[in-house]
């Protein structure tokens, strides 16, 4: 598909509290809706019995099935112009029961670019502490998983024969330099 020149109008197809349907020339994709993007944590929890990662489980409707992620949420879907990193603290604790203590941005990102406009901030958190049961707010029956990073492939292969999806950011996990 060839590129649209920079005055083709983008026309909106569909608007609802979350996501827009947008068109520009023949390219079709999807945003957020009120400029919206996500912050994604990668919690990294250095305890007496070794380095573990944090992650989330929970249903998700357009896969039809439960999917393992870093923790995550929407950055100013209550509150406009929130920063990242407030958000990030807040989703942390809501849907893991973890705080952190030291907070490292590592950039913005996109999801699918080819089809999505959506951006997320990545950020590393460490020197947690476990202040709740995590679990997210009303409605979402998040589990939460401490996994140790050594087995980590080992955890990802178990849960896809027990048929959870993957999101593609788990695979950071691989990349050393973000577990510094």
Known sequence: MSRPSSDTPIET?????????????????????????????????????????????????????????LPAGLVGDEVA????????????????GYRAVNWRNVGEFYSSPGMVSESFTLLVATGLTKVGDGGGVEGEDIVVHRVPLNGIEDFVTAKRAEGCGIDVRVATLLVSGLLA
């Not at 919206?36 to 380095?51: K, P, S």
């Not at 112009?81 to 989703?91: D, F, I, K, S």
């Open 81 to 96: 112009g929130e920063a990242a990193e407030v958000a990030a603290q807040r989703e942390l604790e809501e849907e893991t």
């Open 13 to 69: 197809r569909w608007e609802g509290r979350f996501i827009t349907v947008k068109q520009q020339g023949t390219w079709e994709y999807v945003s957020r809706s009120r400029g919206m993007h996500a912050a994604v944590i990668l919690a990294i929890d250095e305890a007496a019995d070794g380095r573990h990662v944090i992650l989330v489980e929970q249903y998700r409707v357009p896969l039809k099935v439960r999917c393992i992620e």
